[in-house]
């Protein structure tokens, strides 16, 4: 029986309890990271390189570990353990950076670092598991999931930054856990009504000797998974900026007076999330109507597509340095010109990335798979961090931005020339 257009564009009743469990685990994420390096130099006295230094390590670390809490999930713990597991460690996290001790600070970190290895993957994994028998919702019900995530990225740094600041550094970090824990009731309630078969993993599947067919299908998907990981690193390097360079060129470089009054630069931290929840519906719903007639361009073109944005976005910066006047100032108009376009470009790629992995990995290995996905991340945000100290060795910042537009184009280019070739492994499966 044809199903009615109703049945084909309304998004599993499971939604709403992941979109507001992961939002409120991100507001406690965001929050705390806002706050990280600003108690660090100002309340523990580290210089700023060693403050960079510990950011740069934490915020890579989480994005390592999701490699590990995927893999304990697929193969022992399930999705549903690792999930509880992971936000309790998150909320111990929180809780021990809102004392006053050096210790308890590390052994926050380090909690929070381990925790969301167990939540992050498992979490981005089941929420593809609610779209099993309806696949052609799926991108657009990761770019909804994706809203949640960064309605706790803006919520995050305003509730946090401004007790921790303004107040105490520990009203701060108390306020992050209180989000996650917030978070845990969520989902202790929400996910008693999800259905059974998203926590399935290897344990509950009977293993079954694969088909020749099947095998060979197995070994294009994990393949392409790293090709589009990879084409991530990409992605993250160029995009990471916003918090390094970008953020100094809106510091240094942007004038930042508005009816008489000066913007703080950290500020303009908010337009990328603020943009996403402002899109969001237009692509969420784009998907959607195209999957009807059938034209949702499959995964790798929309990557394509997203690497042309973000070059676009990083040519605005480049016109930008060419536009300062004689104090070495822009209008604010090319930093959201910019981040318009990066975030158009993330939309693209972050969203449709975990889309695609949920969609494509073989199930006993969908959690670790995850993981890999993430640890991309983990790499961009390095290479990010790097590449970004080489900015004031520029005489003409101009430079500095036009690598990125490089390599992003390049990466374009060279992932629409392997489209070519690997496309009809999107069908093998
Ligand atoms: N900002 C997104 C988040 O926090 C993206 C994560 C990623 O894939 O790096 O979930
Ligand atoms: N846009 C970020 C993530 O969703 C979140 C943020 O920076 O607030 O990718």
Same mark, same amino acid.
């Given at each position: 029986?044809?199903?009615?257009?109703?049945?084909?564009?309304?998004?599993?009743?499971?939604?709403?309890?992941l979109?507001?469990?992961?939002?409120?685990?991100?507001?406690?994420?965001?929050?705390?990271?806002?706050?990280?390096?600003?108690?660090?130099?100002?309340?523990?006295a580290?210089?700023?390189?060693?403050a960079?230094?510990?950011?740069?390590?934490?915020?890579?670390?989480?994005?390592?570990?999701?490699?590990?809490?995927?893999?304990?999930?697929?193969?022992?713990?399930?999705y549903?353990?690792?999930?509880?597991?992971?936000?309790?460690?998150m909320?111990?996290?929180h809780?021990?950076?809102?004392?006053?001790?050096?210790?308890?600070?590390?052994?926050?970190l380090?909690?929070?670092?381990?925790?969301?290895?167990?939540?992050?993957p498992?979490?981005?994994?089941i929420?593809?598991?609610?779209?099993?028998t309806?696949?052609?919702?799926?991108?657009s019900?990761?770019?909804?999931?994706?809203?949640?995530i960064?309605?706790?990225?803006?919520?995050?740094?305003?509730v946090?930054?401004?007790?921790?600041?303004?107040?105490?550094?520990h009203?701060?970090?108390?306020?992050?856990?209180?989000?996650?824990?917030?978070?845990?009731?969520?989902?202790?309630?929400?996910?008693?009504?999800?259905?059974?078969?998203?926590?399935?993993?290897?344990?509950?599947?009977?293993?079954?000797?694969?088909?020749?067919k099947?095998?060979?299908?197995?070994?294009?998907?994990?393949?392409?998974?790293?090709?589009l990981?990879?084409?991530?690193?990409?992605?993250?390097?160029?995009?990471e900026?916003?918090?390094?360079?970008?953020?100094?060129?809106?510091?240094?470089?942007?004038?930042?007076?508005?009816?008489?009054k000066?913007?703080?630069? +950290? #500020? &303009?931290?908010?337009?990328?999330? *603020?943009?996403? $929840? /402002? @899109?969001?519906?237009?692509?969420?719903?784009?998907?959607?109507?195209?999957?009807?007639?059938?034209?949702?361009?499959?995964?790798?073109?929309?990557?394509v597509?997203?690497?042309?944005?973000l070059?676009?976005?990083f040519?605005?910066?480049?016109?930008?340095?060419?536009?300062?006047?004689?104090?070495?100032?822009?209008?604010?108009?090319?930093?959201?010109?910019?981040?318009?376009?990066?975030?158009?470009?993330?939309?693209?790629?972050?969203?449709?990335g975990?889309?695609?992995?949920?969609?494509?990995?073989?199930?006993k290995?969908?959690g670790?798979?995850?993981?890999?996905?993430?640890?991309?991340?983990?790499?961009?945000?390095?290479?990010?961090?790097?590449?970004s100290?080489?900015?004031?060795?520029?005489?003409?910042?101009?430079?500095?931005? +036009? #690598? &990125?537009?490089?390599?992003?184009? *390049?990466?374009? $280019? /060279? @992932?629409?020339?392997l489209?070519?070739?690997?496309?009809?492994?999107?069908?093998?499966?």
């Amino acid at each position: 029986m044809e199903k009615s257009h109703e049945e084909l564009t309304k998004h599993p009743s499971g939604l709403p309890t992941l979109f507001f469990t992961e939002m409120w685990e991100r507001m406690s994420y965001y929050g705390m990271r806002a706050l990280l390096v600003l108690y660090l130099v100002k309340e523990l006295a580290f210089t700023d390189e060693k403050a960079g230094q510990v950011y740069g390590l934490y915020t890579s670390l989480v994005y390592l570990t999701p490699i590990l809490g995927g893999f304990l999930a697929d193969r022992y713990l399930g999705y549903k353990r690792s999930i509880f597991i992971g936000s309790l460690l998150m909320l111990c996290g929180h809780f021990s950076l809102a004392f006053p001790h050096i210790e308890s600070f590390y052994l926050g970190l380090g909690l929070l670092i381990l925790g969301n290895g167990f939540f992050k993957p498992n979490m981005s994994t089941i929420v593809g598991r609610l779209y099993e028998t309806k696949p052609s919702l799926r991108d657009s019900g990761y770019t909804i999931f994706y809203m949640g995530i960064n309605l706790g990225g803006l919520i995050g740094p305003i509730v946090c930054g401004s007790l921790g600041e303004k107040v105490n550094w520990h009203y701060g970090f108390g306020a992050a856990g209180i989000g996650m824990a917030i978070g845990i009731c969520v989902f202790y309630i929400g996910s008693q009504k999800l259905p059974a078969h998203i926590w399935a993993n290897e344990r509950n599947n009977e293993s079954k000797v694969l088909s020749e067919k099947e095998g060979v299908g197995e070994r294009y998907s994990i393949l392409l998974i790293l090709i589009l990981s990879f084409f991530s690193i990409l992605f993250w390097m160029a995009f990471e900026q916003m918090g390094s360079s970008m953020n100094l060129f809106a510091d240094r470089n942007t004038d930042r007076f508005l009816l008489g009054k000066e913007i703080p630069a +950290s #500020f &303009f931290q908010s337009i990328n999330p *603020l943009f996403i $929840l /402002l @899109l969001s519906p237009v692509l969420a719903t784009a998907w959607n109507r195209l999957s009807v007639y059938k034209m949702n361009p499959d995964p790798i073109l929309k990557f394509v597509f997203s690497l042309v944005l973000l070059g676009i976005g990083f040519l605005v910066m480049v016109w930008a340095c060419q536009a300062k006047n004689s104090l070495g100032l822009v209008s604010v108009w090319f930093l959201f010109g910019a981040y318009f376009f990066n975030t158009l470009s993330e939309l693209l790629l972050s969203p449709v990335g975990l889309s695609f992995v949920s969609a494509t990995a073989p199930k006993k290995s969908a959690g670790m798979l995850m993981g890999i996905w993430f640890l991309s991340t983990a790499f961009g945000h390095y290479l990010a961090g790097y590449l970004s100290g080489f900015l004031s060795g520029f005489t003409d910042q101009a430079d500095f931005f +036009s #690598f &990125f537009v490089v390599t992003s184009w *390049l990466g374009a $280019l /060279l @992932l629409f020339i392997l489209w070519f070739r690997i496309r009809f492994w999107l069908k093998v499966r």
